[in-house]
Structures are given as structure tokens and as C-alpha cells.
């Protein structure tokens, strides 16, 4: 929101009076005057409630209108300090720029203007709640002043279920700015994972700010947000994508809609298969251990090179030369994406955090929220699970569309087999979030 914004209205009354002749007489009718006019109600409500206690320091100045538009907002703390804020875009509610502060006195008093230029103001105050002895902290997967992929998402995790009743609530503390603006909506993958993405992917060189306004919300069972948090990064400046098909065996990488590089891969074999959808990179780590000491189909435990993970489940592209003699051929791992170690390091400098992936023809599809799974649905599907209606500016917008199918490379040879191939390694680490 730009600011405040004014209406006003000047209405010109104009007119002549006709003469009866050159002088007047008691009996000569006079001019009557005319009639002031109507006082315009406004209807102008303002929240909190006018001596309000208790009230959560994620308060926002809620703004109703029967008439008119808001002309300004003025915020106080009880030693008179003016609170920096803005409006929603509707105009249903001024936001503070950061959290209101436990336990204080605060004063709002909002002015609308209507048509004639009439002014109306309503002031209430108020005193925010004491600090609750339950807060919970929330993961952010972005890192401020950091560089992304296209596809890259907003993913949020909560500690604990955010009941349905409160997720509408918690959603509008969600703040998205991007430059230039594009329409985006977030999506509900579970009672712990809601993630954003825009219509399509981000247009390269993007800015985007975000912030979670979750300090003193409520989140359910007691429990309140922490703290705000607020991340401001850019998209890269290239359109990089990458596709991986199992027929042929094979991964093609995208910048700017053009195939720059060919490469032979190998998936997961039969029993553990690669999931086919359309995903993004969650992490990238030069090194990686693969711990599958108690899982099923596991014992195992590896360190690979080069490692992108592409689901929560432990799927990653990453270096594999001992499968580079099956690699074109042969799946042979427990899920990965196995590529030989000089194409592994190479994808390390095109390749970033947000850049999708795409894997088709493979025998199990991608598990909503094994990841951020945000492009493997259509876009009135994503809409969906929204817990706030979206605008239809939101809901018109234009969708992602992936690129043409790969099409097979005939300058792809793989390499000759070694004496010995092993397989592929997939781990279920535990996500970290900041």
C-alpha cells in the first residue's frame, strides 16, 4: 500500500436571481436561501473495541466504512510516540510496521473523508495483553539476502497443528512483497505446512520481502508466535530449469528456455523408485551423509558429493560414481537421482536453491508436501487450500506453464562400465529449519 489515500469531492453551486424591476417594494418576493446540506454519515467502526484489554500485540486497526475512504490513521503508544504503519489494500485494516509492545496503552484514531469533503474521526484506546508464558517459534526456509531458484516457494512449518479455526487468522499475518508484482496465493499442505508460490515462476531478477507477523498470534493450544520474522531476497537473474526423464534415462538442464546440457542418469530401481513430479531444490551441501540405520530397506550409512535434495523422503540428485557404467542404462538406486561426479559438480554452478526439477515417467508419483511440491498441482487446485478467499486478480491470473517435453540428445553416450557398480543411497534426515 502506497499510503493513505483522499477523496475529494467540491460541488460548485452556481446561480443567478431574476429581478422583479428596478426597485423593490414590500411586496416584492425575496430570495429564499437555500437549505443547508445534509450532514453525510460515514458509519465509520474502528477495532479494537474503545478500552479493549488483553488485546495480542499482533493487533491490527480493524476499519469499517459504510462510506468514503480512509484519509489517515494515527497510532500512539501512551508516551505519545507516533506508530509507523499501512494500510491494507482494501482498506479493511491499518497494520503496524512491527509488533505492538506487551502490556502498553495505545491510542488509534482513524479519519475518513466522504463526498462535500466531509470528515469523520473515531479514536479508540487500548492495552495490550501481558507476554503468555507459551510461545512457539515457526520455520522460515528463507535466509535474508540470499539468492533463489525461479520455483522457489514461501514454505512455513509450524512446531505444532494450527486448528482450521485459527489458520485464516494466521494466514493474513502473512505479508508477500514482490518487485514487480506478481499474483501469488499460499496453500495449506497440512496443520503444519502452508507454502506460497506465485502463478507461475518468479520472472528472473525478482525481489521479494516477507514478512511473518506472528509475534503474539495466536496459534492454538495456548501457544503464541515468538517473534516476527522477515526475509528480503532476490530471484536469479537466469530462468534455470531442469527435467529428468526415466525413458530415456536421462536429464536435461534449461536456462532461459534454451538446453544447455545433456546428461545420463540413473533413478530408483523398481523396488525404490524415483517419484515422478514436478519439484524444487530444498538444499544443496557439497557432502552429505546418508544415515538409514533403522529404516526398512536401510542399514546403510554414506557420504555422497554434491547433493540436492528434492524431497523430505531423502530423494536427491547427487554424485554416484559407482553407478556411472549404469547411468543411461539401469536404475539402480534407492530413489536418487544418480549423476556421474564432473556432471555432479557442474550442476553445483547452474543449479540453486528454488531451481525446479521435473522427473517423469517413473513408477510412483510425488506425495503432496513430500517437499515443495507447490508446481505439482494445477493452479485452481492450489487455490483451494487457501484458508482466505483470493481476489479474482489472484484467481484469474495466468498459470505456470513447464517447458516442452526433453527430447532425446543424440550427442549422449554413457560412460563405459566399471569392474563394479553399486547403488545409489537415499536418507530420511530430519528437516532443519531457521
Known amino acids: 500500500m502506497a499510503g493513505f489515500r483522499a477523496m475529494i469531492m467540491v460541488a460548485v453551486l452556481g446561480g443567478a436571481t431574476a429581478l422583479a424591476g428596478c426597485t423593490a417594494t414590500k411586496d416584492a418576493a425575496q430570495p429564499t436561501p437555500s437549505a443547508e446540506a445534509p450532514q453525510e454519515n460515514l458509519a465509520l467502526a474502528v477495532s479494537p473495541a474503545d478500552r479493549a484489554s488483553g488485546v495480542p500485540v499482533s493487533a491490527e486497526i480493524g476499519i469499517k466504512l459504510g462510506s468514503g475512504m480512509v484519509d489517515a490513521v494515527d497510532v500512539r503508544d501512551a508516551a505519545g510516540q507516533k506508530i509507523a504503519g499501512q494500510l491494507r489494500p482494501d482498506a479493511s485494516a491499518w497494520v503496524p510496521a512491527a509488533p505492538l509492545k506487551y502490556a502498553q496503552r495505545y491510542t488509534a484514531t482513524v ?30 526456509y528463507l535466509f535474508d539476502g540470499q539468492e533463489y531458484g525461479i520455483g522457489m516457494p514461501i514454505p512455513i512449518e509450524f512446531m505444532r497443528d494450527v486448528p482450521v479455526n485459527l489458520r485464516a487468522a494466521v494466514q493474513k499475518r502473512f505479508f508477500v512483497t514482490s518487485d514487480p508484482p506478481q499474483p501469488g496465493a499460499w496453500h495449506w499442505f497440512s496443520p503444519t505446512q502452508v507454502q506460497y508460490r506465485p502463478a507461475a515462476y518468479w520472472q528472473p531478477g525478482t525481489k521479494l520481502t516477507v514478512r511473518l507477523g506472528l509475534k503474539g498470534q495466536a496459534l492454538g ?54 517419484s515422478s513430479g514436478h519439484m524444487v531444490v ?104 487457501s484458508a482466505v478467499p483470493v481476489t479474482s486478480e489472484v484467481a484469474d491470473a495466468v498459470a505456470y506453464e513447464p517447458y516442452p517435453k526433453p527430447k532425446p540428445s543424440p550427442t549422449v553416450a554413457p560412460s563405459p562400465s566399471p569392474g563394479s557398480v553399486g547403488n545409489a543411497q537415499m536418507g530420511t534426515p530430519t528437516p532443519s529449519a531457521s
Open 111 to 140: 479519519t475518513a473523508v466522504g463526498s462535500r469533503t466531509h470528515h469523520e474521526s473515531k479514536s479508540v484506546a487500548f492495552t495490550t495483553m501481558a507476554q503468555p508464558s507459551q510461545l512457539e517459534s515457526v520455520g522460515f
Open 221 to 274: 493450544g495456548g501457544y503464541y508466535g515468538e517473534e516476527d520474522k522477515i526475509a528480503r531476497v532476490r530471484i536469479a537473474k537466469d530462468r534455470v530449469e531442469v527435467k529428468v526423464t526415466n525413458h530415456p534415462k536421462q536429464m536435461q538442464v534449461f536456462k532461459n528456455g534454451a538446453v544447455i546440457k545433456t546428461m545420463p542418469v540413473s533413478l530408483g530401481k523398481p523396488s525404490t523408485p524415483s
Open 282 to 385: 530444498m538444499e544443496q551441501a557439497y557432502t552429505y551423509r546418508f544415515d538409514t540405520r533403522g529404516e526398512p530397506n536401510g542399514g546403510y550409512v554414506v557420504d555422497v558429493n554434491y547433493a540436492q535434495r528434492l524431497t523430505w523422503g531423502g530423494e536427491f540428485i547427487h554424485s554416484a560414481p559407482w553407478s556411472v557404467g549404469d547411468q543411461g542404462y539401469t536404475n539402480v538406486s534407492h530413489g536418487c537421482v544418480n549423476v556421474g561426479p564432473g556432471n555432479a559438480a557442474w550442476l553445483f554452478t547452474v543449479m540453486k536453491v528454488g531451481t525446479p526439477v521435473t522427473i517423469s515417467g517413473t513408477e510412483v508419483k510425488l506425495a503432496p508436501g513430500n517437499g515443495w511440491t507447490v508446481w505439482d498441482m494445477d493452479w485452481p487446485t492450489f487455490l483451494k487450500g
